[in-house]
């Protein structure tokens, strides 16, 4: 595993090679977690104000890697505790014992709602948004190109070449969208995605990709219109819009993991997680939604980001006998 760490606020130290175990004053916690996490530095500062503790955050990759990643490392991890495992890949942490069970007396307030069915509180939900397809509207007002209405648009040669899509294999919200594939048409699904391939679509290892650089609305204002988001995104991003036939609903989880140096430390992140301090800031700062009651959105935040009237639910049970199966169907389905 590559980790990319630094100082990413007041609370925040860079990596280093020494671990204090201790819980006290003068502390500190790992937490692992995945490319796209960002908090402002008040809510570390907080944190630190709060428990004595430092946080150091380490970021690997996608969210899909690092489920492998920690799964793989079960009782050796390489932090204290870990944020970003989705309903499509929190299964197999579970099964593998990677994770400690801990229940965060917050967790009542409205993210027990969200629990992994069948699991013995190892992961706590903090984040809930919905995995959709985004356009860049202006792209299609300037070329003069009548937008998609469905998913099931991409395969039509009008749209060749202007997708940015995600592997399941190593990005959630990719697995996310294989899954609404898969739920939309349970014997089709693998002529879908020849098509999509046909149309050349491409489909990159993770989000930051594929929004930061090919998406044409987004911060690298590349050469695709059309990108796996979330229907959230349009919020940060003015003049696009999201698909809302094509959502999932994702829910992501903070947990304590077996072997932890600092297990009271990490169980201290699974509390602040779901405090207040940081739930009010998600919108803002991830563009996802709260799952904790009564936390207060943005000004506007649910007309530019309107909720899904409807999402794929999958259990993570059924995910998790099948998982294998699908993306290999896949892998075959694309070429890859």
């Known amino acids: 595993m590559v980790a990319v760490c630094g100082v990413l606020g007041a609370g925040l130290t860079a990596c280093g090679d020494d671990d204090d175990e201790s819980s006290g004053a003068g502390g500190e916690v790992t937490m692992l977690t995945h490319d796209s996490f960002e908090l402002p530095d008040s809510v570390y ?29 079960p009782g050796k991890p390489k932090a204290d505790v870990v944020f970003g495992i ?46 959709c397809l985004n356009l860049d509207d202006f792209w299609f007002e300037k070329n003069d190109v009548e937008p998609p209405k469905s998913f099931r648009d991409l395969t039509d040669p009008r749209y060749a070449n202007l997708s940015a899509l995600l592997d399941p294999g190593t990005s959630s919200p990719g697995m996310a969208f294989l899954l609404t594939t898969v739920n939309a048409d349970p014997r ?32 690298g204002r590349g050469q695709k219109p059309i990108v796996l988001s979330y229907a959230s995104s349009p919020a940060a991003t003015p003049g696009t819009s999201a698909l809302l036939d094509s959502c999932f609903g994702q829910v992501e989880y903070v947990g304590v993991l077996k072997g932890a140096k600092n297990a009271a430390g990490a169980r201290k992140v699974v509390d602040f997680m779901v405090s207040q301090t940081v739930q009010r ?18 000004d506007g935040w649910q007309d530019r980001a309107p909720v899904p009237s409807w999402t794929v639910k999958i259990p ?20 890859r």
């Not at 800031?281 to 943005?298: A, F, G």
């Not at 993570?316 to 070429?335: F, H, M, S, T, Y």
Request: proline share 6%.
């Open 45 to 73: 500062e907080t944190f630190t104000e709060e428990t004595g503790l430092t946080l150091r955050v380490i970021k690997s990759g996608d969210a899909g890697k690092l489920a492998s990643t920690i799964s793989l490392t």
């Open 86 to 131: 989705d309903n499509t890949f929190a299964s197999r942490p579970i099964e593998n014992g990677a994770l400690e069970p801990y229940k965060s007396p917050l967790a009542e307030d409205g993210a027990s709602a969200y629990a992994v069915a069948d699991s013995n509180n190892e992961l706590t939900a903090v984040t809930r948004g919905d995995v």
């Open 188 to 219: 089709g699904w693998q002529d879908y995605w020849k098509k999509l391939a046909a149309n050349k679509a491409t489909i990159v290892s993770g989000w930051e990709i594929a929004y930061n650089q090919l998406f044409s609305a987004g911060e």
């Open 281 to 298: 800031e998600l919108p803002s700062s991830m563009y996802v939604y709260p799952v904790q009651k009564d936390t207060p959105l943005p």
């Open 316 to 335: 993570p049970a059924v995910i998790a006998k099948n998982r294998e199966q699908w993306l290999q169907q896949w892998r075959d389905a694309v070429g």
